[in-house]
């Protein structure tokens, strides 16, 4: 929680400077703005340092969980805040790593957004005071090894009810697969998406993760999102009690809605994630030298300069408008779409316009822009491709469905 010496702390210089070009951090209360601070402070004396070689070797620095918990970064505003202040800390997380910001929303975004829309008056005030101060670590399982895009009309996890096993009211057993789910192997409770044998609608469960049948294999050999630990899971007749399945997710309708919520976020990486690769190049080309000069003197790279910056002001601007939609309780899945696609899109180019300025530098991790390029790659396909983002869209503008034409 902020103390007053906190709150009181003031914040003379702004906290975006350049990368927020037309001040969107105006819209942050100044206890917002000091909770942002604060954990711009951690990231920078913390993260940073470590950030290249958990990167290279591929591996989470746990030890930045429980600090970056510490933070409170779900309180106090919680709930109330789902707007602004709350994509503005995706966006500090993300300016500085793509997969900080993705271990972040995997709790504060998916598994949140999870029991928030799915789970019953009673569940919810069980499980979501564990949910928010991450006493309760779940994950979003629902991409399968065969089922991505078509996720809705493919998902092949079956959950079979046999009733009156229990005292608390029968028990589902689980057959399956999942693929992807990030955060799975430090996770308490898997939430997974399965479809009733019964009336063929998908139903959501709270797996134990080291329940029987369970098993887990991290995903080896990512190019992009190193540090991000991703899990191929196995379900294999795994018994889950009725009072683990999430009461209010009664069809695909039901999971749609949680997708429409959590999709800004991703759009809210992307916006950070180009206002960390467009710092690092700025700073570089202040600096390096050629042909006697400094290369932000040419006028080429200010050419480039002004894209990744227009690109990144594009971003924030539309995430900005998005969430303060959201705050005001305005869900369309046509408009998270729209900012996840045009934010990714824009992302790509400005990743790739950083690595160009650094020169051959660019390509190393030291120079801080090759881990932005290669990670952008995972969030420009997580959560609804490129393509599937623009069919909801196109849907919305047409009237047409043209998944599968
Ligand atoms: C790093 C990472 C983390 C992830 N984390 C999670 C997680 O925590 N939980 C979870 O459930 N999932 C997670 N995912 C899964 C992610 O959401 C899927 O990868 C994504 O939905 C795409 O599915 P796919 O990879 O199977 O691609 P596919 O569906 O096989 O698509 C391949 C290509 O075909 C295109 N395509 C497919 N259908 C159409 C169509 N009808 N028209 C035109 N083009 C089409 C796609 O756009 C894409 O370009 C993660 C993925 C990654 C890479």
């Known amino acids: 929680?902020?103390?007053s010496t906190t709150t009181e702390a003031g914040l003379g210089a702004r906290l975006y400077g350049t990368a927020d070009w037309y001040d969107a951090e105006a819209l942050l209360t100044c206890d917002e703005r000091t909770v942002l601070a604060r954990l711009r402070e951690f990231l920078d004396a913390d993260a940073k340092p470590l950030l290249a070689g958990y990167w290279e070797r591929g591996e989470f620095p746990e030890?930045?969980?429980?600090?970056?918990?510490?933070?409170d970064l779900m309180e106090p505003f919680e709930e109330a805040a789902r707007g602004i202040f709350h994509g503005f800390r995706?966006?500090?997380?993300?300016?500085?790593?793509a997969s900080l910001a993705t271990w972040y929303t995997a709790q504060a975004g998916l598994f949140r957004t999870a029991i928030r829309v799915g789970a019953s008056a009673e569940q919810q005030e069980e499980w979501m005071p564990g949910v928010v101060d991450f006493s309760l670590k779940g994950v979003f399982s629902l991409t399968e090894p065969e089922h991505g895009s078509d996720i809705a009309g493919g998902l092949a996890t079956t959950a079979r009810f046999e009733p009156g096993t229990t005292a608390d009211g029968g028990t589902w057993v689980l057959d399956g697969a999942k693929r992807w789910i990030g955060g799975a192997s430090t996770a308490d409770v898997l939430c997974v998406f399965a479809r009733d044998v019964a009336d063929g609608q998908v139903k959501a469960f709270l797996v134990d993760r080291t329940a029987s049948g369970v098993s887990l294999e991290k995903i080896h050999g990512k190019a992009s999102l190193r540090m991000m630990q991703n899990a191929h899971i196995t379900l294999s007749g795994v018994r889950v009690p009725e009072s683990m399945r999430l009461q209010e997710v009664n069809s695909f309708?039901?999971?749609?809605?949680?997708?429409r919520a959590m999709r800004s976020d991703v759009a809210w990486i992307a916006a950070g994630v180009q206002a960390g690769a467009f710092e690092a190049a700025l700073a570089y080309v202040r600096e390096r030298q050629q042909f006697g000069r400094p290369l932000g003197s040419f006028q080429l790279v200010q050419e480039k300069l002004a894209r990744m910056l227009g690109n990144t002001t594009a971003s924030l601007?539309?995430?900005?408008?998005?969430?303060?939609?959201?705050?005001?309780?305005?869900?369309?899945d046509q408009d998270s779409a729209l900012a996840k696609m045009q934010t990714s899109l824009m992302m790509r180019e400005t990743v790739a316009l950083a690595r160009e300025v650094v020169g051959g530098n660019g390509i190393t991790l030291a120079a801080d822009v090759a881990r932005f390029h290669a990670d952008a790659e995972a969030v420009y396909s997580y959560e609804g491709t490129h393509e599937?983002?623009?069919l909801i869209?196109?849907?919305?503008?047409?009237?047409?469905?043209?998944?599968?034409?």
């Open 1 to 3: 929680m902020l103390t």
């Open 63 to 71: 030890q930045l969980a429980q600090p970056l918990i510490d933070l």
């Open 90 to 97: 995706i966006f500090e997380l993300a300016r500085t790593d």
């Open 253 to 259: 309708k039901d999971v749609a809605a949680m997708l």
């Open 317 to 332: 601007s539309l995430v900005t408008r998005l969430s303060e939609q959201q705050a005001k309780g305005i869900y369309r």
């Open 388 to 390: 599937i983002n623009a």
């Open 393 to 405: 869209v196109g849907r919305a503008l047409t009237g047409e469905s043209a998944f599968t034409h």
